[in-house]
Nanobody
Framework: QVQLMESGGGLVQAGGSLKLSCAAS????????IDWHRQAPGKQREFVAR???????YHANSVKGRFTISIDNTKNTVYLQLNSLKPEDTAAYYC?????????WGQGTQVTVST
């Protein structure tokens, strides 16, 4: 059974930085891609970034140049570096994989950016 565990969220001032982690309970090379998504209060969950075990990345336009996704295959962990944070980045951040045709999500980690 695949489990994902996010960590690293917190409260930060606008312009600050955080580094989120997503640790998988199985070898991360099992997955085709690993995604980060976020959901702000009252809004739909939205895609943030994607990486594959080979290290190819894709970032949403809303975060491009500020957020960076990376992977450590030896630790079965994917990271999301958040820089130049804005209040509109406030959301719960989730990692996601598809395993056996089923979406698997972590429990999320909260990021709150104050003005």
């Amino acid at each position: 059974q695949v489990q994902l565990m996010e960590s690293g969220g917190g409260l930060v001032q606008a312009g600050g930085s955080l580094k989120l982690s997503c640790a998988a309970s199985v070898s991360i090379s099992t997955f085709k891609n690993i995604d980060w998504h976020r959901q702000a209060p009252g809004k739909q969950r939205e895609f943030v970034a994607r990486i594959n075990p080979g290290g190819d990345t894709y970032h949403a336009n809303s975060v491009k140049g500020r957020f960076t996704i990376s992977i450590d295959n030896t630790k079965n962990t994917v990271y999301l570096q958040l820089n130049s944070l804005k209040p509109e980045d406030t959301a719960a951040y989730y990692c996601r994989v598809v395993h056996g045709g089923v979406d698997v999500w972590g429990q999320g980690t909260q990021v709150t950016v104050s003005t």
